[in-house]
């Protein structure tokens, strides 16, 4: 295996797609899809576009669906939940479809939805997605983060290199500078996520709106063991 990091979907390669895509976003969307699935959502589909998320779940019957988004960090008015992944217990999510469009982890799944393999991964289920990736063998593995609004973001880096550890030390290759210096933030920062999310420039924004404790929950590693793999165009369900 070969492993690429990307800061940005922005900065991926436009003529390709790998054989595996690993697309993070801890603060907050791909944490918030991880944490759904966990809970017993049926299924998550993400969106771009606010349009085409309302349209696709009025489809679906009301007590079947659930409108997650969030813009600037804040809930999408008239949508079910926000962003945050504390919203996302058994007793709401549960056999529901959770229908997300967020400010910038929904695009970058998007950027790589025609890739044979897109997982949706974040630090709560870093061992899980590592664990998934070595087992399937892809030949190219990019690892990106979404980070916001075009700009690179700390703690999407980080979990880029705490997934990356792993895997470099069984033996894949690290197959660009990126992959190197997100190893470098993460073996710095391993100890103390938490303390470098709240200096991120997001993390800093979400503590402003009061997200105090979606930052400490986004900050555990390993807590969740869920693979989101994509199963159709923008669809995630729990691997198998």
């Known amino acids: 295996m070969k492993l690429f990091v990307y800061h940005t979907p922005a900065l991926t390669p436009t003529d390709s797609v790998p054989d595996c895509a690993v697309v993070i976003d801890v603060l907050r969307a ?3 899809i991880v944490t759904a699935l966990q809970a017993g959502a049926e299924a998550v589909q993400v969106f771009s576009e606010i349009d085409e998320l309302l349209q696709a779940s009025a489809a679906w019957p009301a007590e079947q669906r659930l409108r997650a988004g969030e813009r600037g960090g804040m809930q999408i008015p008239s949508f079910d939940i926000g962003n945050s992944p504390l919203d996302c217990t058994p007793e709401r999510v549960a056999g529901r479809r959770l229908f997300i469009s967020t400010t910038n982890g929904t695009r970058a799944l998007q950027r790589v939805a025609e890739a044979p393999m897109v997982i ?6 870093r061992q899980a997605v590592c664990r998934y990736v070595w087992e399937q063998q892809p030949e190219t593995v990019w690892l990106l983060a979404s980070g916001w609004e075009g ?8 979990c880029a290199g705490a997934i990356a550890q792993p895997l470099v030390l069984a033996g894949t290759v690290a197959g660009n500078d990126e992959a190197v210096a997100a190893l470098a933030l993460y073996a710095q920062w391993q100890p103390q996520l938490l303390a470098l999310f709240r200096q991120a420039s997001h993390g800093q924004r979400l503590l402003r709106l009061g997200f105090a404790e979606d930052l400490r929950y986004a900050a ?4 969740v063991d869920v693979v989101p793999l994509q199963q159709a165009a923008g669809i995630f369900s729990q691997s198998h």
């Open 30 to 32: 791909t944490t918030t």
């Open 220 to 223: 555990q590693s390993d807590v």
């Open 120 to 125: 949706a991964a974040a630090q709560v289920n």
């Open 151 to 158: 700009n690179f973001s700390l703690e999407d880096t980080a």
